[in-house]
């Protein structure tokens, strides 16, 4: 270890990297991480953290709403972007300074400059300085995908998003996956008239056809328009502002703003990869084994640049577990069967293991249980809006294999829900829990 500046050199100080440089650092390693734009990465900078207080903000519209249902006085009230987005970036910096102060009391040196791979154990910095290091940790994470058509550079990404100088009247979301679900929910509850496109008629593949379904049949009704099986074609920029999306598969549509959230990409592009030997997929993704070791020995990757399972608490794990194993002395592998996750939409949803779909094409025999519910909250604010909760049970052993939500609050009440999954727990066990009430959650419970 002597021969080598440092023990371990990250290159991005997202979550996977900041969680793997301060454990390594703490088990006693001589750490670096080096980080080009700011700390925390996309989640607390550009990603999971800034829009869900987005989120947070976009739910007054309803609950304003709700409140005169409820008895209170609410006068008509007006919304003010700037004043959230300045909120949230102030929270952003905060967040950027505590991850900082984090990495400094952990004693890892933070190097604010562009890092790229010059060989199996070398580094050279954007200031021209050249390091070395025994292991060399890439997390640098994903960046979103922007097509490319004319026109194309009109458009903006959810990064940009954050920093818009006010709320587009009318917005065209490019994707069918969570950012682009929870952008339309966002951008609507603040007012704007929003139409999401797919050159496919699915929306949120992966999760379960029946929930997707109803966040589907939700969100037309709130008034959110979607054009399936279409195609861009251009976009015109017009004199005065404004811009004319011109589709294969639909009529032109007028906007403000266009939003592409059509997938993230691996974020290696010019990072030097080749010369230490280091594979990549055809996505642009590093190849690692089970034990996040790329096919150069000396060279490592974590989180979104494995194009694995892109959710932060995965690259929180995967940072985790490599320092553990190659700096702790406790050999440790990641889980990935049973990964919760959520979309923040207008209502949210969640889910945890295998969709009815799944279930059925691997096991074969399954039951299914269902609640279909107006929460309390709705029926008084007379709010048509339903929940939907779902088991999915392997018919042959009784095991929970599936459990997905959607409605107020599901995130959170599947958090807990999760471990019951992960557990391998069976639907008596579920029927054997008395039920909390009333509350949304003791569906879960009464299912028969």
């Known amino acids: 270890m002597a021969g080598f500046d440092y023990d371990l050199f990250v290159i991005g ?3 996977g990297g ?46 304003l709403a709700d409140a005169r249902r409820f008895g209170w006085d609410v006068p008509q009230c007006a919304f003010d972007w700037k004043t959230l987005r300045d909120n949230v970036l102030a929270e952003v910096d905060r967040l950027e300074g505590a991850y900082g102060d984090t990495l400094a009391n952990h004693k890892v040196e933070l190097i604010r400059e562009r890092a790229v791979l010059t060989g199996p154990n070398e580094i050279r910095l954007a200031g021209g300085r050249t390091v070395t290091a025994r292991i060399i940790l890439i997390a640098t994470g994903a960046t979103p995908v922007v097509p490319s058509f004319p026109g194309a550079e ?23 996956g969570y950012i682009a679900n929870e952008f339309a929910g966002i951008f609507h509850q603040f007012g704007a ?26 969100s037309m009704m709130k008034g959110i328009d979607y054009r399936f099986h279409v195609r861009f074609d251009r976009i015109e920029k017009r004199e005065g502002g404004g811009l004319t999306v011109h589709m294969e598969g639909c009529d032109a549509i007028e906007a403000d703003t266009v939003m592409y959230a059509i997938g993230r990409k691996p974020n290696t592009e010019g990072l030097g990869l080749d010369t230490a030997g280091v594979e990549v997929d055809d996505k642009g993704a590093v190849v690692v084994d089970a034990d996040n070791k790329s096919t150069c020995d000396s060279v490592y990757a974590v989180g979104d640049v494995t194009n694995r399972v892109q959710l932060t608490p995965v690259a929180i794990r995967e940072g985790q577990a490599f320092a553990d194993t190659l700096f702790g002395d406790k050999p440790t592998r990641v889980d990935y069967e049973n990964i919760p996750s959520a979309v923040f939409s207008h209502p949210p949803l969640a889910g945890v293991g295998m969709t009815e779909g799944q279930a059925r094409n691997r096991l074969g025999s399954v039951r299914t249980y269902l609640s279909d519910f107006r929460p309390m909250k709705n029926v008084l604010a007379g709010r048509n809006e339903r929940a939907l909760y779902k088991l999915v049970v392997n018919a042959e052993t009784d095991e929970v294999v599936g459990l997905h939500m ?12 999760a471990i019951a999954v992960k557990a391998k727990l069976k639907k008596a066990d579920f029927d054997q829990v008395v039920a909390l009430h009333p509350t949304m959650a003791e569906e879960l419970v009464l299912m028969r």
């Open 193 to 218: 008239h929003v139409t999401l496109v797919n050159r496919s008629d699915v929306i949120l593949r992966g999760y379960d056809e029946t929930i997707r379904d109803r966040l589907l049949t939700i």
């Open 154 to 176: 009109h458009g903006i990404t959810s990064n940009e998003a954050f920093h818009l100088d006010s709320v587009p009247k009318r917005v065209v979301i490019a994707g069918a």
């Open 13 to 15: 100080a997202g979550s």
């Open 18 to 63: 900041v969680r793997a440089s301060r454990v390594a650092a703490a088990h006693g390693a001589r750490v670096a991480v080096a980080e080009e734009y700011r700390v925390g990465g996309t989640c607390v900078i550009r990603g999971c953290v800034p829009k869900k207080l987005l989120v947070y903000g976009a739910h007054f519209a309803e609950d």
């Open 406 to 417: 959607i409605g107020p609050d599901a995130p959170e009440i599947l958090q807990a829900a």
